[in-house]
Nanobody
Framework: QVQLVESGGGLVQAGGSLRLSCAAS????????MGWFRQAPGKERELVAV???????YYADSVKGRFTISRDNAKNTVYLQMNSLKPEDTAVYSC??????????????????WGQGTQVTVSS
């Protein structure tokens, strides 16, 4: 049974930082591309960042230069370092696994497994 468990969310002031983690089990982690998505109230879910099995990355324009996605295959974990946070970054952040490991998919329906999400709230 595949499980993706996010952690690290919380409340932070604008300009602050948070590091999200997503621990995976039940799959060969190194064979999956991993993505971070977010969904704010009343808005559609959107891709934040994705990392391929080989370490290639893609970022949404809204987070480029502020967020960094990374992975540790030995720990079966993907991270999202979020710096210079803004109130508009407030959302539920979820990680997702894509068995097409070498492609940086940007659409949610291209991912196979999802975590339950973690809330990130940025106050002004």
């Amino acid at each position: 049974q595949v499980q993706l468990v996010e952690s690290g969310g919380g409340l932070v002031q604008a300009g602050g930082s948070l590091r999200l983690s997503c621990a995976a089990s039940g799959l060969t982690f190194s064979n999956y591309a991993m993505g971070w998505f977010r969904q704010a109230p009343g808005k559609e879910r959107e891709l934040v960042a994705v990392i391929s099995s080989g370490g290639s990355t893609y970022y949404a324009d809204s987070v480029k230069g502020r967020f960094t996605i990374s992975r540790d295959n030995a720990k079966n974990t993907v991270y999202l370092q979020m710096n210079s946070l803004k109130p508009e970054d407030t959302a539920v952040y979820s990680c997702a696994a894509d068995r097409v490991s070498y492609v940086l998919h940007v659409k949610a329906d291209q991912y196979d497994y999802w975590g339950q999400g973690t809330q990130v709230t940025v106050s002004s």
